[in-house]
């Protein structure tokens, strides 16, 4: 089966990332349901072996969703740096997935129509790509 750009994988911190999503929620919100989250204890956790076995699996779009840079919990999400987010992008490049692919959103505690237009944005710009 091969994916579509509605397949989408979004790795959530458990603090700022997911409370986003459970505002969404709780506010009724609709994005669709084939977003599919995975609640990580922060973005620090989240390495490039995920994010290849997320695409590997069929997804269509990886986001990764977390705290803003100087409001993490553990005082850890500058180690899912930019730096390490670009060279996941450059492997998505060369195995011809596209670097538009993966995304990197920040948003503020809580922040569900945040979330709803980013996943929303995200897969309609991953349809465009293709």
Known sequence: M?????????????????SCIEAAAQSRLNYPPSV???RVSCLSRVHSGLILK???????????LGCEPDNCYYEKDDRFNVAEYEKTRGVLGLLGLGTDRLKLTRLPR???E????????FIDEI????
Do not use: R
């Open 36 to 38: 599919k989250v995975i």
């Open 114 to 121: 945040g979330f709803v237009k980013q996943v929303t944005d």
């Open 54 to 64: 997320a695409f590997e699996l069929g997804a269509g779009g990886v986001m990764l």
């Open 110 to 112: 809580c922040d569900g």
């Open 127 to 130: 349809e465009q790509a293709s």
């Open 2 to 18: 091969s994916p579509t750009a509605a397949d989408i994988v979004v790795f959530a911190c458990n603090w700022d990332g997911l």
